[in-house]
């Protein structure tokens, strides 16, 4: 192995950083790690196997060569999603815990508008393929944004989470809550109803008609007659006052 070949190879893979170790190892990414740190170029003296000429990194040190392209990031807000920070998570206890299997690949944009559509407002993304949503940021402590440095699978120039780490975003649009119980006074009214004399031979009179309001609920204690009498064939009650429309007013 020599410097070429391997940036030859991860820029093949479409990479933008190429890193050389302990002789003859050759390592692609897209972004440094954050348990990565300068040290004295000194530290990197070991020869490459395919040309001794050249050094290639040592036994924990690597040497690493960039093309310059952008470091991948995470946009400050992406359509009405605003971005929240880096945060750690936890197999055994997830701060957002509603994964979603999205078929074109993980991006920013993909994982948002999966949560969105299914009423989430809070979107995380984790090791660079996993799309998370849910109703509440994170309680856990704020990382810092270095310590997400996966690049997404399906879009390399962005950063979605790392390992046991989520990139987060939170859509205040979304969010449709009441902090406290509203309530109106409204009359509750009964109309008489007058149970059918034609049709079937017998009529089940029990029945309430009740007439909905959107977003208004009332709880209404029904009765049913005991007693029935049978005229002409129909069955029908003999206390008609049981039976009545229910209506809410304002």
Sequence with gaps: MTVESCIAFCSAGGFSLAGVEFGHECFCDHALQPTGVPTSATNCNQ?????????????????????????????????????????????????????????????????TSACKASGFSVAGLEFGQECWC??????TTLLSDSDCSTTCAANTSEICGGSSKLTVFEDPTGQICLNKTLSANFNLAAV?????????ASVPLHVLMIQT???VSWSILTVRSPTLARQNNKTFSTDHKQYFHFRGFD
Aim: proline residues 11%; charged residues 10%; aromatic residues 8%.
């Design 134 to 139: 849910g109703s509440s940021p994170p309680s």
């Design 192 to 200: 008489f109803v007058v149970p059918p004399t034609t049709g079937a």
């Design 213 to 215: 309001v959107t977003l």
């Design 47 to 111: 020869a490459c196997s395919g040309d001794s000429t050249e050094l290639c990194g040592a036994g924990n040190f690597i040497d690493v060569y960039w093309n310059g392209t952008p470091r991948p990031g995470v946009p400050q807000q992406v359509g009405t999603w605003n971005y929240l920070g880096c945060f750690p998570d936890a197999v055994s206890s997830r701060q957002i815990p509603n994964l979603h299997t999205i078929s074109g690949g993980v991006t920013i944009e993909s994982c």
